[in-house]
């Protein structure tokens, strides 16, 4: 029978989780209730909240004399995840609660595997929900009333809560019953300008006997890249497209963060990069570009989308950037330029196309890791081949 694991504060919400557990239960799984509140527990949970903070490494009657509700919140949501990765089995978690709760919950779900079914009802989910999602599935549903006691409206929205944990737990319960894709894992990350490319890498390694997984450079997409490498599923990355790392350095609207680029090389998984889109900073529509970047090289790609030019400094810049990450790999990496330009828009006779900001990024670059220049644009659909062949080479073990 699939296994759903309720995450909550018993010391205020508990009614709600003595009918979620009831409800999770006629839906045909098993229940195991975890109480991750601090006050005096509300319900009969299977794992105590004194069991919790000592998983968190705190003590619960120290967390109540303390009085400091932040502390409090922060010690149960590490021992909240302790309790869950200490499980032999569970096939989805549910969890309800207002800014709190939610906040124990998100990190109680946030170093489970991908696909593990997690769904949060939170009165924050109306928000910024990127505290509470990362770079995890996380499914929120919006309370639409405070979680504060069961009512015609409560009912409903913990009612389809507790069917959707249900209904994907026996999903996931299948699913792992099934025979597994055995293909190795590639994650690659791609942007509009350099679809081509990954376009033939994918191909190639599907010809290969690799499933690929594609991230668009959304920000979001290179922070999802980075967990799902984490997580220890991926057998390689070809990271074809860094251009979130020009965002992170310029100021534009899709950075995925300093850490962007090190997953792979921290954890020893074989890396093929490449400075896909690096020529490019990315803005709203164009009336929303900051003013201090009036007078550069700006490109409306759509009505939504400005792009802006990097210049050879900043060019110069990305590249020791990305060279000092490459360096600290502890796995096979390898680097690849293309000496005709870094995406569509860098290609000879278009907008972007600045040899001179390419070759500085490439000169910072030099030693960084085992390097490829090819005498072509990145698009090149035998770029994105000869990227591929040489991830396919480091996974398997093989020379160069």
Avoid at 307 to 335: N, Q, S, V, W
Wanted: aromatic share 4%; glycine share 12%; proline share 4%.
């Amino acid at each position: 029978m699939a296994i759903v694991v309720l995450v909550g504060t018993l010391d205020t919400k508990g009614d709600e989780y003595a009918w979620l557990r009831d409800r999770v239960r006629e839906l045909g799984c098993d229940v195991v209730l975890v109480d991750a509140g601090v006050g005096r527990s509300g319900g009969a949970p299977d794992v105590s909240a004194e069991e919790v903070a000592r998983a968190g490494g705190a003590s619960l009657q120290a967390l109540r004399d303390a009085g400091d509700r932040g502390a409090a919140v922060t010690a149960m949501g590490e021992g909240a995840a302790a309790v869950l990765a200490g499980l032999e089995r569970i096939d989805a978690v549910l969890a309800v609660g207002g800014s709190g709760g939610s906040s124990i919950a998100a990190r109680a779900v946030r170093d489970l595997p991908i696909g593990l079914p997690k769904v949060i009802v939170s009165t924050m989910a109306s928000g910024d929900v990127a505290p509470y999602v990362g770079a995890k599935d996380v499914t929120l549903t919006y309370s639409v009333v405070d979680i504060a006691g069961l009512n015609r409206v409560s009912r409903l929205i913990l009612g389809n809560a507790a069917g959707a944990a249900a209904g994907m737990a026996k999903a996931h319960e299948e699913a792992r019953s099934a025979v597994a894709d055995e293909r190795p894992l590639v994650a690659a990350s791609m942007f509009g300008v350099t679809t081509p490319a990954v376009d033939a890498a994918r191909e190639r390694l599907d010809e290969l006997g690799y499933e690929v997984l594609v991230f668009h450079a959304t920000g979001a997409g290179g922070r999802a890249l980075e967990g799902l490498v984490e997580s220890g599923l991926i057998a390689g990355v070809l990271d074809l497209t860094t251009t979130e790392l020009a965002d992170d350095l310029v100021g534009g609207v899709l950075s995925a963060g300093p850490e962007r680029l090190t997953a792979a090389g921290r954890l020893g998984v074989p890396q093929v990069v490449a400075p896909g889109a690096l020529d490019m900073v990315n803005f709203g529509p164009r009336e929303t570009v900051p003013q201090r970047f009036e007078g550069r090289n700006l490109y409306v790609h759509n009505p939504t989308v400005t792009l802006m030019r990097t210049t050879r400094d900043e060019m110069a810049e990305l590249g020791r950037r990305i060279a000092a990450k490459l360096r600290a790999a502890t796995g096979p990496t390898a680097l690849f330029l293309p000496l005709g330009g870094v995406s569509a828009l860098d290609a000879p006779g278009m907008p972007f196309h600045d040899p001179d900001a390419d070759a500085a990024c490439f000169a910072a670059l030099e030693g960084a890791a085992e390097t490829e220049r090819l005498d072509m644009n990145i698009n090149d659909p035998a770029f994105g081949r000869a990227m591929a062949d040489r991830l396919h080479r480091m996974i398997s073990g093989e020379s160069r």
